[in-house]
């Protein structure tokens, strides 16, 4: 029984973090921010890294100040650190095997656009290197084709390389980071 109640705490976990993933996709940034926030407080700082790195990315995009954005990102960017595929695999086994390796072109692009929004394009084109990097680790579906278009965004933007990615819409407001996968 203890084993059973293991294996759902961490789906029900990640079930309430997509809860509130959509409260703010529905426009309600500022209920979805005062939940992600209880879940936090739950979680700890010391919680389970997967949990720790998904709400913490999501998290960032409920922010109304650059620096909070910011520093939520790194949360989001240390977590993924302590991950391993084989946690990532428990959670998300249905939606097929995502090795954690795949997590570094968002978090990247994500703390690219940050720093861009700070006005230190230096540490946003480093960001940014390595969110090029480690897009070879995204699948060839819409999601990986979406985080490859922002980088290609982000890239013109900041004058780095050659542009890639298709034309999905192009730079609006705080469109420079990735698509969120869901939870």
Not at 168 to 175: A, Y
Request: net charge negative; charged share 30%.
């Amino acid at each position: 029984m203890a084993e059973r109640q293991e294996q759902v705490a961490p789906e029900a976990m990640m079930t309430r973090i997509g809860q509130a993933v959509m409260l703010h996709h529905g426009g309600d940034r500022e209920e979805a921010r005062d939940r992600f926030l209880g879940l936090w407080a739950e979680i700890g700082e010391d919680g389970d890294p997967l949990h720790r790195c998904t709400l913490a990315h999501y998290m960032a995009d409920t922010q109304d100040d650059a620096s909070d954005e910011l520093a939520w990102d790194l949360r989001a960017l240390s977590a993924a650190e302590e991950l391993s595929d084989e946690r990532v695999a428990e959670v998300v086994r249905h939606e097929g095997a995502l090795a954690v390796r795949a997590l570094y072109p968002s978090l990247h692009l994500n703390l690219a656009a940050d720093y861009v929004k700070l006005d230190r394009p230096e540490a946003a084109r480093t960001h940014l290197r390595r969110a090029r990097g480690a897009a070879d680790a995204l699948g060839d579906d819409s999601y990986g084709d979406g985080v490859r278009a922002a980088i290609g965004r982000l890239e013109s933007r900041l004058g780095e390389g050659e542009p890639s990615g298709g034309s999905d819409g192009g730079p609006e407001g705080d469109s420079w980071g990735p698509p969120r996968q869901r939870p």
